[in-house]
């Protein structure tokens, strides 16, 4: 039984780790480039993206015990998860382009498959239960992986390299 019990604590250990891994690199992709973007549409994608990784960072915070579990600050971030993902494909309707919007041509030509991974990425916002650590632990993995699934997907990764 002794041995067992340390199985289920590592293995949990391990889970918090590779979310706070996979949750490092989605954060990482989200950082604009050095070039101003004056786009006003191209602006509003990049806010609610900072927005959707403000809210995640928040829970994956508590989760990872860099903050305290607060129910109400969870329950916040939850609502802007929910309000954002729903605005999706509103903000990415229109097809724009610059340099460090980091969106793919593919959002505007597999548009349908770009909505249903957005709607995929609310019901996951919705079904974030911010009421406990626990069902924070359970709920908050699988929005990750629906972010992180359409951002393989439909968002190109910054260069690191530019310098200016």
Same mark, same amino acid.
């Given at each position: 039984? &002794?041995?067992?019990?340390?199985?289920?604590?590592l293995s949990r250990?391990?889970?918090?780790?590779? &979310?706070?891994?996979?949750?490092?690199?989605?954060?990482?992709?989200?950082?604009?480039?050095?070039?101003?973007?004056?786009?006003?549409?191209?602006? +509003?994608?990049?806010?609610?993206?900072?927005?959707?990784?403000?809210?995640?960072?928040?829970?994956?915070?508590?989760? +990872?015990?860099?903050?305290? &579990?607060?129910?109400?600050?969870?329950?916040?971030?939850?609502?802007?998860?929910?309000?954002?993902?729903?605005?999706?494909?509103?903000?990415?309707?229109?097809?724009?382009?610059?340099?460090?919007?980091?969106?793919?041509?593919?959002?505007?030509?597999?548009?349908?498959? &770009?909505? +249903?991974?957005?709607s995929k990425a609310?019901?996951?916002?919705?079904?974030?239960? +911010?009421?406990?650590?626990?069902?924070?632990?359970?709920?908050?993995?699988?929005?990750?992986?629906?972010?992180h699934s359409c951002?393989?997907?439909?968002?190109?990764?910054?260069?690191?390299?530019?310098?200016?």
């Amino acid at each position: 039984m &002794f041995k067992h019990s340390w199985r289920i604590v590592l293995s949990r250990q391990g889970a918090v780790c590779i &979310f706070c891994l996979s949750f490092g690199v989605l954060g990482a992709e989200l950082t604009a480039g050095s070039a101003v973007i004056t786009d006003k549409h191209i602006q +509003a994608r990049l806010t609610l993206m900072r927005a959707q990784k403000d809210a995640l960072l928040t829970l994956s915070d508590m989760v +990872a015990g860099r903050r305290v &579990f607060e129910p109400k600050t969870a329950r916040a971030a939850r609502r802007v998860l929910m309000e954002n993902t729903r605005r999706i494909p509103k903000v990415f309707a229109r097809q724009r382009m610059a340099v460090n919007s980091h969106a793919r041509p593919e959002i505007w030509t597999r548009w349908q498959d &770009f909505e +249903a991974r957005a709607s995929k990425a609310r019901q996951a916002a919705k079904q974030i239960s +911010a009421r406990s650590m626990k069902g924070l632990r359970r709920s908050l993995p699988p929005l990750v992986e629906t972010c992180h699934s359409c951002h393989q997907s439909y968002r190109t990764t910054p260069n690191r390299a530019i310098t200016h």
